[in-house]
């Protein structure tokens, strides 16, 4: 079962909410992609640790609807929404380079990428000064990702 057909089934807003966040800080935080893209400190074998599964897990498996209906079930604010509008519009445009071939470095060097990269650290910030102090820490750092990291 995916989250996508979990959440589709079970409408569990909390829980959408902080995979949500939390896929937003993939997305937005060189240090996260640095460390579990190129196995720096990703104990596990899992496929999420790429640029991929980061880009699949935050379009496919919880904007499996867009944002706008989001917005009207109350899952996210219309603050929210503004905020990061732009940031994910250029997300979702992104093309990785020719060379790609699932080669996590490449992007991690890719001035367009990096681009997105500024923009969405800058939104990140910004949407933690809306979401409520106990979602704070799914939008911060390598915190939530402890138990599939080396000491």
């Known amino acids: 079962q995916t989250v996508r057909q979990h959440m589709e089934k079970t409408d569990d807003k909390n829980k959408w909410r902080e995979l949500w966040l939390d896929s937003i800080n993939e997305l937005t935080s060189f240090e996260v992609q640095e460390k579990t893209w190129l196995r720096k400190v990703v104990i596990t074998e899992s496929p999420h640790w790429s640029y991929t599964e980061f880009i699949c897990c935050y379009f496919n498996d919880l904007l499996y609807y867009d944002y706008p209906y989001f917005v009207k079930k109350?899952?996210?604010?219309?603050?929210?929404?503004?905020?990061?509008?732009?940031?994910?519009?250029?997300?979702?445009?992104?093309?990785?380079?020719?060379?790609?071939?699932?080669?996590?470095?490449?992007?991690?060097?890719?001035?367009?990428?990096?681009?997105?990269?500024?923009?969405?650290?800058?939104?990140?910030?910004?949407?933690?000064?809306?979401?409520?102090?106990?979602?704070?820490?799914?939008?911060?750092?390598?915190?939530?990702?402890?138990e599939y990291l080396r000491e």
């Not at 603050?79 to 994910?88: A, C, G, M, P, S």
């Not at 060097?109 to 650290?121: Q, R, T």
Request: proline share 3%; no cysteine.
């Open 74 to 146: 109350g899952w996210i604010s219309d603050q929210e929404y503004d905020t990061l509008k732009e940031w994910h519009n250029e997300l979702e445009q992104y093309q990785t380079p020719i060379k790609y071939n699932g080669n996590d470095k490449i992007i991690l060097k890719d001035k367009n990428w990096l681009k997105i990269l500024e923009k969405g650290m800058k939104t990140k910030q910004q949407l933690i000064e809306l979401v409520p102090e106990y979602e704070k820490k799914f939008l911060i750092g390598m915190d939530s990702y402890s």
